[in-house]
């Protein structure tokens, strides 16, 4: 008797156990998916430093670039710039990159004039977006 119960109720299980691990698997997915952007550190918190990158990039960056989401204006939006695995082009988001596609230009961008303190202070505020 015990065992026609157990051989009933077993397939059964097997499935919602199937059922289970898929819909946790695709609430994974989907979370990964939408994952949001990890947190700019706040204006509030700069340090002198990062302060000054600010000001730098409002006057070098800000009219083609916005700093707090994503998206494009004249060039693609940088939150998050060295907090992901590539930029936009496919390059890492290393120091050397940023500050080459800085002085040299990239593609549609121009060249932008920086003194080396100024590109010191903006790398520091890039990383804090
Ligand atoms: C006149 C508009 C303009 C200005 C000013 C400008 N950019 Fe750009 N930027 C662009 C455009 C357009 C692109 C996209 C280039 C492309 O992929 O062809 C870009 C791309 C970038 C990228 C991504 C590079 C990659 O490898 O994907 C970074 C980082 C960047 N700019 C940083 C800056 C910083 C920092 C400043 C200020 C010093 C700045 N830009 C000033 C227009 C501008």
């Excluded at 000001?55 to 494009?72: D, E, I, K, L, W």
Aim: hydrophobic content about 35%; charged content about 15%; some cysteine.
């Amino acid at each position: 008797m015990r065992k026609t119960y157990s051989r009933q109720i077993q397939p059964g299980l097997a499935f919602r156990n199937f059922r289970i691990a898929g819909s946790l698997l695709l609430a994974g997915l989907l979370l990964q998916g939408c994952k949001p952007l990890p947190p700019s550190k706040p204006a509030s918190e700069f340090t002198q430093q990062e302060a000054r990158g600010s000001a730098v990039f409002q006057a070098h960056c800000a009219r083609c670039h916005y700093p707090t989401t994503t998206q494009g204006l004249h060039g693609p939006g940088l939150q998050a710039l060295t907090k992901m695995k590539a930029m936009p082009s496919g390059a890492p988001p290393t120091d050397a990159r940023i500050t080459q596609t800085i002085l040299y230009g990239h593609g549609m961008m121009q060249p932008v004039a920086v003194s080396d303190t100024d590109l010191r202070d903006l790398l520091a505020y890039l990383h804090t977006l």
